[in-house]
């Protein structure tokens, strides 16, 4: 079984930064695939980032295109959000999720979320 232990939210002035981590654990994990994604009070979970594990092509969000940048560190199965220029509108609980093919539709696994809050 995968587990996704996100860290490194928390709360941030408008135009500051954060970098999200996502350790991830399991007997055999090689996922074909890594991402991030939003929630925000009201609002439907948002795709913002994701990875291909193997060769690393990225793909991002319109709104988070220039300011925010994913990676990922295969050697210690842990993938990261790097998140600069923070507007309050990015304020949501974040969440990473893997699966086990990079053409499936849905993620597999899922980490529990962390928050972030960006203050104006």
């Known amino acids: 079984q995968v587990q996704l232990v996100e860290s490194g939210g928390g709360l941030v002035q408008a135009g500051g930064s954060l970098r999200l981590s996502c350790a991830a654990s399991g007997r055999t994990f090689n996922p074909g695939r890594m991402g991030w994604f939003r929630q925000a009070p009201g609002k439907e979970r948002e795709f913002v980032a994701a990875t291909n594990w193997s060769s690393g092509t990225t793909s991002y969000a319109d709104s988070v295109k220039g300011r925010f940048t994913i990676s990922r560190e295969n050697t210690k199965n842990t993938l990261y959000l790097q998140m600069n220029s923070l507007k309050p509108e990015d304020t949501a609980v974040y969440y990473c999720?893997?699966?086990?093919?990079?053409?499936?539709?849905?993620?597999?696994?899922w980490g529990q979320g962390t928050q972030v809050t960006v203050s104006s």
């Open positions: 999720a893997a699966k086990n093919y990079v053409y499936s539709g849905k993620y597999d696994y």
